[in-house]
């Protein structure tokens, strides 16, 4: 029946199987001792391919009804999308299954290159420093000026593989957090303090507001530096003039740290996908400051990981404010969106 289904494409009636010649597939004495005398099948199509067929059995011979012919026609049609879409399910979970342990295999490489990349560098600043600070013999002012060229060209791409490298261990799920006790002044100080003489070069202020009594908190206190020194680093990078603002609260067992800058914003589409890997805000002066857009999506993760999360307000030509929200105790590292 089903090889006579896969070229009529109709539905097919043997009204009696004991007759003679009606009937020969390998099943007919099986069905007769069971007593079927009647067969109908209805093929299985989708797309006007042939998947299956629906067949059905009954113990008087004759006729099956109009009725029961088009209700199991529409049957066979439903059970035909149901088989394909769960075929489809299933090729997508294999597909996204492959997809991540490719994903996997990528994130791996890209970890060991940054790795392998981060040695002969650092040997390389090594080296320019000791020149510069003359432990060869006495270097002449023209050849310092390259020289110091050659090192922030070499401390900008040692900060560009760091954020491969950070973003690629996340991806590997090797990047986990050290938990410990910290201090988030001491945070803001430190990165207050590292950042000092970039806004003193652009001439703008740098002000820091901290609540009163701010809590003991317990996280990695050196990703939460990394966190807030990329943020206040963007800040910095996209404002020409004003101020950048760094600002922390707590309330209700849980840190606010904001960032405000009298920068360039950000247009309303671009707010959510700046935090997106190898995303920036596209405009004209994102482009001319350059960076690989991972910062943010950096950002990002290492506050889901603590449990927060983070976000933007912004407006064009107004400036813009990142905000993140952590617990103050982070007890367990949480598994990044």
């Known amino acids: 029946m089903a090889g006579r289904l896969a070229v009529t494409r109709e539905p097919l009636q043997i009204l009696d199987i004991a007759e003679e010649g009606a009937y020969t ?67 997508i979970g294999e597909k996204g299954q492959q997809l991540e342990i490719a994903s996997k295999h990528k994130s791996q490489f890209l970890a060991n290159m940054s790795h392998e990349l981060r040695t002969p560098l650092n040997a390389i600043l090594g080296y320019t420093e000791l020149i510069l600070d003359e432990i060869y013999g006495e270097v002449p002012e023209q050849l310092r000026d390259v020289l110091e060229r050659v090192q922030q060209s070499g401390r900008h791409l040692l900060d560009l593989i760091n954020d491969v490298l950070d973003i690629s261990k996340m991806e590997a799920g090797q990047l986990t957090l050290s938990l410990n006790d910290y201090s988030m002044a001491e945070v803001v100080y430190t990165v207050s303090t590292a950042v000092e003489s970039l806004t003193t070069e652009k001439g703008l202020a740098l002000t820091v507001d901290l609540a009163p009594d701010l809590p003991q908190g317990k996280g990695d206190e050196r990703r939460l530096a990394q966190v807030l020194l990329n943020l206040v680093g963007n800040a910095i990078k996209f404002t020409e003039a004003g101020e950048i603002q760094i600002q922390v609260t707590a309330m209700d067992g849980a840190f606010t740290v904001a960032v405000t800058d009298t920068g360039s914003g950000i247009a309303e589409a671009n707010q959510q996908t700046i935090f997106e890997e190898f995303q920036q805000a596209d405009s004209s002066s994102t482009r001319l400051k350059g960076g690989t857009g991972l910062g943010l999506a950096i950002v990002k993760r290492i506050v889901e990981m603590h449990g927060g999360r983070v976000w933007v307000e912004s407006s064009l030509g107004k400036g813009s404010t990142f905000w993140f929200t952590l617990p103050v105790r982070v007890e367990q590292q949480k598994e990044a969106a």
């Open 25 to 91: 597939g390998p099943l007919r004495d099986v069905l007769l001792r069971t007593g079927t005398r009647a067969l109908l099948g209805v093929p299985l199509l989708h797309e006007n391919r042939l998947i299956g067929a629906l067949t059905v059995n009954r113990k008087t011979p004759g006729a099956f009804t109009p009725e029961i012919i088009s209700l199991l026609t529409t049957f066979a049609g439903q059970s035909a999308l149901a088989i394909q879409n769960a075929r489809l399910f299933r090729e």
